[in-house]
């Protein structure tokens, strides 16, 4: 069993910062990618940023957010700069090993003035 703890989240008005962090604890063997997905109301989960073979952003976020790993830890943080108020949504952080996805239990961040 792995599981993943969020940390970070938060109310910040419009251009400000937040940065997330993502622990993996439990069973882990060899995490092949690790990253972040968000979902706001009465919307589907997205992709934000994700670490793996290579660096993904979704188009609305590059520039403002970036994703990292620290691989000793299992730890990975999503920093993110110039924030909009359509950012606003819960993030939850994801885990690939061994072929299965592993999610966190989320974690709100509001941008509103």
């Known amino acids: 069993q792995v599981q993943l703890v969020e940390s970070g989240g938060g109310l910040v008005q419009p251009g400000g910062s937040l940065r997330l962090s993502c622990a993996a604890s439990?069973?882990?063997?060899?995490?092949?990618?690790m990253g972040w997905y968000r979902q706001a109301p009465g919307k589907q989960r997205e992709l934000v940023a994700t670490?793996?073979?290579?660096?993904n952003y979704a188009d609305s976020v590059k520039g403002r957010f970036t994703i990292s790993r620290d691989n000793a830890k299992n730890t990975v943080y999503l920093q993110m700069n110039s924030l909009k108020p359509e950012d606003t949504a819960v993030y939850y952080c994801?885990?690939?090993?061994?072929?299965?996805?592993?999610w966190g239990q989320g974690t709100q961040v509001t941008v509103s003035s």
């Open positions: 670490s793996g073979g290579s660096i």
């Open positions: 439990g069973s882990i063997f060899s995490i092949y990618a």
């Open positions: 994801n885990a690939v090993m061994l072929g299965f996805n592993y």
